[in-house]
């Protein structure tokens, strides 16, 4: 193929990748279901070789699927057919530090935990902490707009990212940054989905490392209470760093995996850590556990031993549940915190109803679900049972004001899921968006926001703004 | 809907040439406010002291540097600085057609769709008429002074083009001055 010829020829040989054995390892990103071998890989060491690469992209009408660590749960970075595959794990480097001004320039190809430990001498961390974080790559983090176990505090990317260098399709540098007059922008690029344009560099800010932390760990005989608990805290003006809560089946798989003692009895578990200052978080400590005097187990983690210990169970709930099924499926909406309770009950009579097991980990503190379906895809038609499954959770989670995502991103996974939530023109108006900065369609081409005629085959546009499902639920 | 959309609706649809401000939107008010879900939803009218007044209540604040709290919320949202738009979680607009259109919501995290009511902070209500916005509020005890935020124009004739364009995707007809 003329395509491959070229960049075999343009740009040095051992940065290209050709052929499906050489290509397999980035067939698929961790939403593994959805594979795909593109024509080559490329994985240029600077930004000179990028713009090779977008230049015989364009040249030859060939779509562009630009890649971090792949990682994405969404096939956001799965390559489409007929496509190449920009990978950026090469720019690696932190360019800069300056502790002074809290700012780090690095490239796209940094893992987000690299980051910090960069910046660790001078008593500074990159706060957005997704559960990925030692794989992940800041580009992806960026066109993700991540989040992690401490968003409701330190904000998602996009508020912890001061500019970035792009490249356009056409291989022209853009400078964004934050304090740019006009258009929000950088904003706009942050969870573009690769979309848009190429993130070429990244200058972060940096928050200085918490003096303190605890964990509160609270069991619950019942899920409305802890759901209430969560809203009590908040309710009583306290901002944890971290509140998260697990389903008594989440605490089962989480416990038996990683050994951490969490009460076995209870049918939701509340952590919810507090950082800052000795006095602030003595303060907040004394608050929270007033607010949760009516949990049926309390525990404060009295050293930094054993706070890491509680959230080492919460960060092994993934693959503790991946041990007890041979498949499970991620779901990642976000609904107001007041919804808590009622969505739990909901999701629960789903999986009677599909007769699915489902594992719930929520990022309480600000909403995002990840209920874990547990299946077998060897079973023919299981898959498709989920699918089902899930998209029920995803209509309950626009209905009840929420949204399908709150951090995965769309990718090929939530097209149909974004024609429940967007009406007609407003998908239109997000493909004229992608025009401006792509007329031809060669980023990314067919993720992240679905065409209109599959949206009008699904019969599923306008359900939002016309007649409502679930008419009982309070909505906005 | 509204009437007053609707009328607005009319309005635009019929409309050569428009200055946006918040006498004519005439759209102002609380919509939602839940403090345990640290959000507030307004119509962009609504002046900013009203909405002070309401948090102050709930002991709680627009975590983001106010200079004047006579206007509207809708006008400090249209100047833009980058502190607003971090705490900007959904918007309802009318763009230059007329069409009534939501992006983002009430919650802290969401990405499906671009950041449109992350993208208009700072349009100058020369894209889209803004009707509604939902903003993250905070506890006052963890906002400490405010620092004033800057900007600079970056004159990048590639991005100008780029603006003109988004311009272009909403307000086809050029109404909005
Ligand atoms: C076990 C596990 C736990 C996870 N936990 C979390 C979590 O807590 N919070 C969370 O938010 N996510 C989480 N994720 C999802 C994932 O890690 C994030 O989405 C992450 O940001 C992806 O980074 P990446 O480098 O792997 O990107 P990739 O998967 O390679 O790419 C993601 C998307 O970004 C685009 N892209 C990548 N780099 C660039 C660039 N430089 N310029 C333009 N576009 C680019 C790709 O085209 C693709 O659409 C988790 C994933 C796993 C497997």
Redesign the interface.
């Known amino acids: 193929m003329e395509v491959i010829q070229q960049l075999l020829t343009q740009l040095p040989k051992s940065i290209v990748l050709t052929g499906k054995e050489n290509t397999r390892p980035f067939e698929c990103d961790g939403l593994s279901v959805y594979r795909q071998n593109p024509l080559a890989v490329v994985l240029p060491e600077n930004i000179a070789q990028i713009k090779q690469v977008l230049k015989i992209c364009k040249d030859n009408n060939t779509s562009v699927v630009t890649r971090g660590a792949g990682t994405g749960l969404a096939g956001g970075a799965m390559p489409l057919e007929n496509s190449v595959v920009l990978g950026l794990s090469k720019l690696n480097q932190v360019k800069s530090i300056d502790a002074e001004n809290r700012l780090a320039v690095i490239e796209p190809g940094v893992r987000n935990i690299a980051i910090s430990e960069a910046v660790a001498q001078y008593g500074l961390y990159y706060a957005p902490d997704p559960s990925s974080q030692i794989a992940c790559t800041i580009g992806g983090n960026v066109a993700?707009?991540s989040?992690g176990v401490h968003?409701?505090k330190y904000?998602?990317t996009?508020?912890n990212v001061e500019a970035i260098k792009m490249l356009?399709i056409d291989g022209?540098e853009?400078?964004l940054?934050?304090?740019?007059?006009?258009?929000?922008?950088l904003?706009?690029m942050?969870?573009?989905e690769g979309l848009?344009g190429i993130i070429i560099e990244i200058t972060v800010k940096l928050t200085p490392t918490p003096a303190f932390a605890r964990v509160v760990m609270a069991g619950f005989d019942s899920i409305r209470d802890c759901a209430n608990a969560v809203?009590?805290i908040?309710?009583a003006?306290?901002?944890p760093a971290g509140l998260e809560m697990m389903d008594s089946f989440a605490i089962e798989a989480a416990e038996g995996f990683a050994k951490v003692g969490y009460p076995l009895d209870a049918k939701a578990l509340l952590l919810c850590e507090l950082d800052g200052t000795q006095m602030q978080v003595q303060a907040e400590l004394d608050s929270v556990l007033k607010v949760l005097s009516g949990a049926s187990t309390l525990k404060v983690s009295e050293s930094e031993e054993e706070r890491l210990n509680f959230w080492k169970g919460r960060k092994s709930a993934f693959p503790a549940v991946g041990r007890l099924s041979p498949d499970y499926y991620c779901m990642d909406g976000?609904?107001?915190?007041?919804h808590l309770a009622d969505m739990l009950e909901k999701i629960n009579e789903l999986s009677k109803k599909y007769q699915l097991r489902v594992a719930n980990v929520f990022?309480a503190g600000?909403?995002?679900l990840h209920p874990l379906i547990l299946y077998d895809a060897n079973i023919g038609g299981e898959l498709e049972k989920v699918e089902k499954f899930g998209t029920e959770i995803l209509k309950l989670s626009v209905d009840m004001?929420?949204?399908?995502?709150?951090?995965?991103?769309?990718g090929v996974e939530?097209l149909n899921a974004?024609c429940h939530?967007?009406?007609a023109?407003?998908?239109a108006?997000?493909h004229?968006?992608k025009a401006?900065?792509d007329p031809k369609s060669l980023l990314n081409p067919g993720k992240?926001?679905p065409e209109l005629h599959r949206c009008a085959e699904l019969g599923a546009m306008h359900v939002h703004h016309g007649k409502l499902p679930h008419p009982e639920l309070e909505r906005? | 809907m509204s009437n007053r959309i609707i009328q607005l609706q009319q309005l635009i649809k019929n409309a050569n040439h428009l200055h946006i401000n918040s006498e004519w939107l005439a759209y102002a008010g609380v919509i939602?406010y839940?403090?345990?879900?640290?959000?507030i939803?307004v119509k962009a009218g609504t002046k900013i002291s009203a909405i002070q007044a309401k948090l102050a209540k709930h002991?709680q604040v627009l975590p983001f540097f106010i200079k004047a709290t006579d206007i509207s919320i809708g006008a400090a949202y249209a100047k833009?600085a980058?502190d607003l738009?971090?705490c900007v979680l959904g918007v309802k607009i009318i763009?230059g057609t007329g069409?009534y259109?939501?992006?983002g919501?009430?919650?802290?995290?969401?990405?499906?769709?671009?950041?449109?009511a992350?993208?208009?902070?700072?349009?100058k209500g020369k894209?889209a008429v803004i009707t509604q916005i939902s903003f993250k509020v905070?506890?006052k005890?963890?906002i400490g002074k405010i620092k004033k935020?800057?900007?600079?124009?970056?004159d990048?004739p590639?991005?100008r083009e780029?603006?003109q364009?988004?311009k272009q995707?909403?307000d086809p007809r050029s109404i909005f001055k």
């Open positions: 993700e707009n989040g968003c409701l904000g998602l996009v508020h356009t022209d853009l400078v940054s934050r304090h740019d007059d006009g258009l929000g922008l904003a706009l942050n969870g573009s848009l809203a009590d908040i309710k003006g306290i901002i976000t609904i107001p915190r007041r990022h600000d909403g995002n004001g929420g949204t399908i995502t709150g951090e995965h991103g769309v939530k974004m939530q967007f009406n023109k407003e998908l108006i997000f004229k968006i401006v900065f992240a926001v906005f | 939602e839940y403090p345990e879900e640290l959000v939803t002991n833009g980058q738009s971090d763009d069409e259109l939501n992006f919501g009430q919650v802290i995290k969401n990405v499906a769709g671009y950041d449109v992350r993208l208009l902070v700072g349009s894209l905070m506890p005890a963890y935020p800057y900007s600079s124009k970056s990048n590639i991005l780029i603006e364009k988004l995707v909403f």
